[in-house]
């Protein structure tokens, strides 16, 4: 079944990124910001954890495209600017009556998330071309929508920040095993770290490579604790999409 419908491509453009407005099926607006890379250059799709969103990525975003890479944030449904009334996680958690009814609400909203995901892959496609390069990048919940993407579309590279997975989720991994993969973590956030070193254990590739690091930084907190890191992120980007 057919997901995709009209991409909107607003006009509010800076000197390193693009508000952009995509349609999902059901006719709900998603929102993220796409940074303009070098004509027949890869593409990165970034999506962000779940106790943040897509600003996490501009210092990153605007980095990759000035190594020519062409790379979209993707805010996800009940988050940042991908929001209404109802399709709000703060709103949902607040107005629920009990904590099993508002998760409820919001794995609801969760399941149309890889059809968000696909849906934002389709744009940067149209950005970078059919057969260029493409690399994902998801932080903590989004690494599994990553995994989810990598299964269904063809990624060249994958990147794994701060991402503690079920599972069920390391499972489908292992048929992507062969995916050059780079994976960060730090070791006091355990769950996370946990799942990097058993993603690690189950990769194929000869270059992936496993940081990590001293405390229970969780993804964007990384960031201030290594200054280097975003361009340590880029620098792999541009290996192994092959520029």
């Not at 962000?48 to 990153?60: F, V």
Request: glycine letters at 10%.
């Amino acid at each position: 079944m057919k997901i995709f419908t009209a991409l909107l491509l607003l006009l509010s453009m800076s000197a390193n990124a693009g508000q952009v407005t995509l349609t999902a099926e059901d006719g709900f607006k998603l929102y993220g910001d796409y940074y303009a890379g070098q004509t027949n250059k890869p593409g990165v799709l970034m999506l962000h954890q779940c106790n943040g969103e897509r600003s996490m990525y501009d210092n990153l975003g605007k980095k990759l495209a000035k190594q020519g890479i062409h790379a979209f944030s993707l805010d996800f449904r009940m988050y940042g600017d991908s929001v209404t009334d109802t399709v709000n996680m703060q709103k949902i958690r607040a107005s629920a009556a009990d904590r099993q009814s508002g998760r409820a609400e919001i794995m609801k909203h969760r399941a149309l998330w890889p059809a968000d995901v696909l849906l934002a892959e389709q744009f940067l496609r149209e950005k970078i071309g059919k057969n260029a390069p493409l690399g994902v990048i998801g932080a903590s919940c989004g690494g599994g929508q990553a995994i989810t993407l990598a299964g269904r579309k063809s990624v060249d590279a994958l990147m794994f920040f701060s991402s503690g997975m079920d599972q069920a989720t390391l499972d489908k991994y292992s048929k992507l095993k062969s995916t050059p993969t780079f994976i960060i973590a730090a070791e006091g956030d355990n769950y996370t770290f946990k799942s990097a070193q058993q993603l690690f254990k189950n990769s194929s590739h000869a270059q992936n490579r496993l940081v990590n690091y001293k405390g229970e930084g969780h993804g964007i907190p990384l960031f201030k604790q290594d200054p280097n890191l975003a361009d340590t992120m880029v620098g792999w980007f541009v290996q192994r999409l092959a520029l």
